[in-house]
């Protein structure tokens, strides 16, 4: 056996061959744990990124809903689980003040390299956007966003930009409250602030049309349906009626006033052969005989066949719970008055119109003030001597209605002009008001329109990464 000697000893307490492999080790770890935390980190943001924009996605899509707050997250956790592919989340939402939503998403994801110090990461995520369409579903309940415009032109046989379908001249008074302009064409605002929430227009805009937003989807003609209940019974009968009624009942039936064979229970039908012309300083038709009644007890729906509504000098008419229906040219009559609305040519004359439509569900006229046959394209013009209050929908769907008058709201606070072509001149007074409560409140259909989105802000708020 060989004996260690000193010196070999020495020799081996001297070698440094190997001796970095303890202090290396030691320090790997700090290296790879880093290099983890950097890895789990990195995961952290793709998965931030991702729920950002599910979030974004999720918001613009609430915003296009109706419907309660609870109605709209269902529908958007779906979409936000879908795109997270199954990902677990805790999400709020609400609808703000404005009419905006806002919608956030808080996702945890568990950690890969560093379970023991981090054992997951915690992504919260939130996005606003606000629809531009304002409003509210349609009576009907038909999905979509519904138009509540104060005045809607139609524009059919006209060129997308022709610059006429809807001018505002000279120096009006005009004040639109809960309501908004909409042109299926282009639009032209050369007067003062008009007070409408946003102008719509599918063509373009141009002047100083309040918030304009030109390029948006056109509406279809909803009340166009509404003809096909014009069933005429005057023959070539056309000599007219003079109405100054003296007690507010409606006339009895003669030559040129008839009724339908066929009596309906929910509201009166009477047809009027030939130009109605409304005189005197009365009410058409009777409140109900109760002492605290302040309208008729039932409808009335008044044909004008082969002719027009044409105002007498000086008259001031009440038609409360009243539809004018300009159902124009009966067959085989060749000659007689325009389906038109006259009004005095001033010259000190006036005539005031005070008329709110009807409203009960089975009315195939509910809701609507004046409404005038689609097959018509006559024109109306309004003069200075027109004195109007409305309320419901006064339809004229191919006349270009130029207003020189004055038209206000009346007392159920919710008024649409929906006309071919609109063009108000000179120093008028208009102010219409459009109440969802109130609007509801007479059946009023609206016009569905395509969601589009005007505003959509994504704000990212801390995440604990």
Not at 1 to 18: E, I, L, Q
Not at 229 to 248: D, E, F, H, R, V
Request: proline residues 6%; contains cysteine.
């Amino acid at each position: 056996m060989k004996t260690v000697s000193c010196n070999t000893v020495w020799k081996f307490a001297r070698d440094r061959k190997g001796s970095i492999s303890i202090p290396m080790t030691i320090a790997i770890i700090p290296i790879i744990a880093a290099t983890g935390a950097a890895v789990d980190f990195g995961r952290g943001l793709i998965m931030a990124s991702k729920v950002q924009a599910a979030v974004d996605q999720a918001a613009l899509t609430a915003a296009n809903l109706s419907g309660t707050d609870v109605d709209k997250k269902e529908k958007v956790d779906q979409i936000l689980s879908a795109a997270l592919v199954g990902t677990p989340a805790a999400t709020t939402f609400a609808t703000n003040s404005d009419t905006s939503v806002t919608y956030s998403a808080r996702v945890t994801m568990a950690t890969m390299f560093t379970p023991f110090v981090f054992p997951y990461i915690a992504v919260r995520r939130q996005a606003s956007a606000r629809a531009t369409v304002a409003g509210t579903p349609g009576v009907l309940g038909v999905a979509g966003w519904s138009d509540t415009s104060c005045i809607l032109t139609l524009g059919e046989d006209l060129q997308l930009d022709s610059d006429n379908i809807m001018s505002w001249d000279g120096s009006p008074s005009v004040r639109l409250t809960g309501c908004s302009l909409r042109s299926n064409r282009s639009m032209k605002c050369n007067g003062g602030t008009l007070g409408a929430s946003a102008s719509y227009a599918h063509g373009s805009i141009t002047g100083s049309c309040p918030n304009p937003l030109p390029g948006q989807p056109a509406v279809l003609d909803i009340y166009a349906e509404y003809q096909t209940n014009i069933l005429p019974i005057c023959g070539a009968t056309k000599s007219g009626y003079t109405w100054a009624p003296t007690n507010g009942t409606l006339p009895a039936g003669s030559t040129v006033v008839k009724f339908p064979a066929t009596t309906n229970s929910n509201y009166n039908e009477i047809h009027i052969c030939g130009t109605l012309t409304p005189a005197g300083t009365k009410q058409l038709v009777a409140n109900a005989s109760t002492s605290s009644a302040t309208e008729p007890d039932k409808d009335t729906v008044i044909v004008i066949e082969d002719g027009g509504l044409a105002l007498a000098d000086d008259a001031v008419t009440t038609a409360k719970r009243v539809t004018f229906v300009l159902a124009g040219r009966n067959s085989g009559v060749t000659d007689g008055d325009n389906p038109i609305v006259t009004w005095p040519s001033d010259n000190g004359h006036l005539a005031s119109l005070i008329s709110t439509p009807g409203s009960n569900a089975n009315n195939p006229f509910k809701a609507m003030s004046i409404y005038q046959d689609p097959d018509n394209d006559f024109d109306q013009t309004w003069k200075p001597g027109a004195s109007a209050r409305f309320d419901g929908v006064v339809y004229l769907p191919k006349a270009k209605l130029t207003l020189s008058g004055n038209m206000q709201y009346g007392a159920k606070q919710c008024l649409k002009i929906v006309v071919g072509e609109f063009t108000l001149n000179g120093s008028v007074s208009i102010s219409m008001k459009q109440s969802t409560t109130a609007c509801n409140a007479i059946n009023m259909r609206y016009y569905e329109v395509a969601p589009v989105v005007a505003v959509a802000a994504a704000s990212a708020t801390p995440s604990y990464l």
